[in-house]
């Protein structure tokens, strides 16, 4: 057993990165059914559209930079225990231009000025968490980055946000909760990433000679690529108030906390396996590299999304039972989920193998394929006003894996 444990567990940092990560989204998901409990349905619907608004502006507005400096960071932090001063240029620049335009756009949403308000520090904050936690892998030491990104935001924000509840069982009480959360780990962040990598000279030199054109560029080819997720997520429930109400935002954000649990276990093993997966010499880079990592991963991932699966078929209705009594009549869409999340672990490996290589051949036919979907899906609705609210949902969902995953194959065949 212990030869077992010192071989396939001990070493595997993608398996390491799945139980930290997997620490964290099950105290969201237990607040997120506090919140359902405790708040109204239109609260907890609005506070459902916040946080995928939120999320998405973190990622458009950290532009991806985490991908496309990673290997630069590794070899200042590791050779010169030094902290490359271009990329807070380029970080802070990017963050700071784009956070404010997603200020202004959220009180369009909300049509709010506290919301916009609390919502450009806290893209900000969350900028500077994301960037902290992805660089902090350079070592192949996953410990720091679950630590800030998984454990310490979640805990606190469970804590918080438990306590804002009782104060005052309202939306903006969580809002600023989740202000406070943000604050307190995107300090802690800076704090133990400097003594992790002993870097005495933090350079928070900023100068517009720094800012990079193509870095720029190829951040927003990767969030658009990368971005169907969020921008979806977000769409299905901003649209999905519009079109069948704010019951529909709230099963809608319960079901999307149930398919985060299985793209998290893909996506940590893939972002646990970071510094494996990109290339140090691009000469590696073949069909050989491509075969064995992408099996390798899908060994690690595979168990923990069948078994999954199988408990949710098997026990759909008493898991809503125990976590949301008011959804439970959502089981068989609860089933239905969890099988969209084993298409997502066929897939998404490929993906990343090709993303983290800066291998993507096709990236701007895939981009517009990919948006070109969302607009035709977005509109169904309105084409067809009988079309059932869960199909709608469901076609959201799997439409862009299923894209991605033939532009994967093509990038793979490409490979020689």
Avoid: C
């Amino acid at each position: 057993m212990r030869k077992l444990y010192e071989k396939y567990l001990k070493r595997n940092i993608g398996l390491i990165n799945l139980f930290g990560k997997s620490s964290g989204r099950v105290l969201f998901l237990l607040l997120t059914s506090f919140f359902a409990f405790k708040l109204s349905v239109k609260d907890f619907a609005t506070f459902a559209i916040f946080w995928t608004a939120l999320r998405m502006m973190t990622f458009l507005s950290a532009n991806n930079f985490y991908i496309v400096y990673f290997n630069k960071v590794r070899e200042h932090l590791l050779k010169d225990q030094k902290w490359p001063s271009d990329v807070t240029s380029n970080v802070v620049f990017t963050g700071l231009i784009l956070s404010v335009f997603s200020s202004i756009l959220t009180y369009f949403i909300f049509d709010s000025y506290y919301v916009a308000i609390i919502m450009l520090p806290s893209v900000l904050l969350f900028i500077a968490i994301r960037n902290i936690s992805e660089f902090s892998k350079s070592d192949d030491s996953l410990f720091l980055s679950i630590f800030l990104e998984d454990f310490l935001f979640y805990f606190l924000f469970f804590v918080f946000g438990v306590v804002a509840i009782f104060i005052s069982n309202s939306f903006h009480s969580v809002l600023v909760a989740l202000f406070i959360t943000v604050l307190i780990t995107a300090i802690t962040s800076l704090i133990l990433f400097k003594r992790k990598f002993k870097i005495q000279d933090f350079n928070f030199k900023i100068s517009t000679q720094d800012f990079s054109i193509g870095s720029f560029k190829l951040g927003v080819h990767y969030t658009f690529l990368r971005g169907n997720d969020f921008f979806s997520s977000f769409g299905v429930r901003y649209l999905g108030q519009i079109y069948f109400g704010d019951i529909f935002v709230s099963y809608t954000h319960i079901m999307y906390q149930f398919y985060n649990v299985f793209t998290l276990v893909t996506m940590a093993v893939i972002s646990g396996l970071q510094s494996k997966i990109t290339v140090k010499n691009i000469l590696s880079f073949d069909r050989a590299f491509i075969n064995g990592m992408y099996l390798k991963i899908l060994k690690t991932v595979a168990p923990f999304i069948m078994i999954g699966i199988l408990i949710v078929v098997l026990f759909s209705s008493e898991i809503l039972n125990s976590f949301f009594p008011k959804y439970i009549q959502y089981d068989s869409l609860l089933i239905k989920v969890s099988f969209i999340g084993f298409v997502y672990m066929l897939v998404q490996p490929l993906v990343f193998i090709f993303i983290y290589n800066n291998k993507v051949y096709n990236i701007r036919r895939l981009n517009i394929t990919q948006y070109l979907a969302m607009f035709v899906i977005y509109l169904l609705p309105l084409v067809f006003v009988q079309i059932s609210d869960q199909v709608w949902l469901l076609l959201t969902i799997v439409s862009f894996i299923l894209i991605q995953g033939f532009y994967a194959i093509l990038n793979y065949k490409a490979t020689k």
